[in-house]
């Protein structure tokens, strides 16, 4: 039952992904590199590419100028900075008054999408295990992550080594055992815990530490 649940929750998440698409946004590079992409809704964003130099961590970016919810009148100035060692982030600025600017908070990744709703969307895979997709708002000048109970991985691959699979996600309970070059996908992951599904259609448990070696082929820790 828990299984079937797990699974709805993921056709759910799927198709609320779908229907909010936001492939109409533009899209602009924050570096030359490409290491920071913005996608933003063009009616409500002024683009300024404001590039200053900044010790230790090289050409910071002012990329924009544009609104997070359209029906507010608060502006927010998205920076992109690509870090000391490729650890990219964007900071969020609110204007106030004196043309003054608020620091509400940064995020570590290397895509962020503001569609105007009142959240921001980003997608980060340098200084991780997978492109984690996240959610944040910002309230009461606060920038926070709205948390969601696992993160979709969503990778198939094969293991390169004999796996064990539990039935709980605090590995108590054996469920299955897969050989190397078994393919798998690694649907969800919640801390060190991901849920893998069997080619026959079982998914079960295992931990895996973030390094670059682990019981996945094409699961391994990006960055540093």
């Not at 870090?83 to 609110?94: C, L, M």
């Not at 309230?139 to 979709?152: C, M, R, W």
């Amino acid at each position: 039952m828990k299984t079937f649940i797990v699974f709805i929750s993921i056709l759910i998440a799927s198709t609320i992904c779908n229907s909010q698409s936001f492939g109409w946004l533009d899209s602009i590079k924050a570096d030359k590199f490409g290491l920071g992409v913005v996608h933003y809704n063009p009616e409500i964003t002024q683009v300024l590419n404001d590039i200053r130099k900044e010790p230790g961590v090289g050409s910071v970016n002012r990329v924009l100028r544009t609104k997070l919810n359209l029906n507010s009148n608060d502006y927010f100035l998205i920076e992109f900075s690509p870090g000391p060692s490729d650890d990219p982030s964007f900071t969020i600025y609110k204007e106030i008054k004196h043309d003054s600017l608020l620091n509400t908070g940064s995020i570590g990744c290397n895509q962020i999408y503001l569609p105007g709703n009142g959240y921001i969307y980003t997608i980060r895979r340098n200084d991780d295990m997978f492109s984690r997709r996240q959610k944040f708002v910002v309230t009461h000048d606060k920038l926070l992550e709205i948390k969601q109970s696992y993160y979709y991985v969503g990778i198939k691959t094969i293991t390169i080594e004999d796996v064990d699979l539990f039935a709980d996600i605090n590995l108590m309970i054996p469920l299955a055992f897969l050989p190397q070059n078994t393919q798998v996908e690694i649907v969800l992951n919640k801390g060190d815990k991901y849920l893998i599904k069997t080619p026959f259609g079982l998914v079960g448990w295992i931990k895996v530490k973030a390094t670059n070696k682990t019981p996945f082929k094409d699961l391994t820790f990006h960055g540093d």
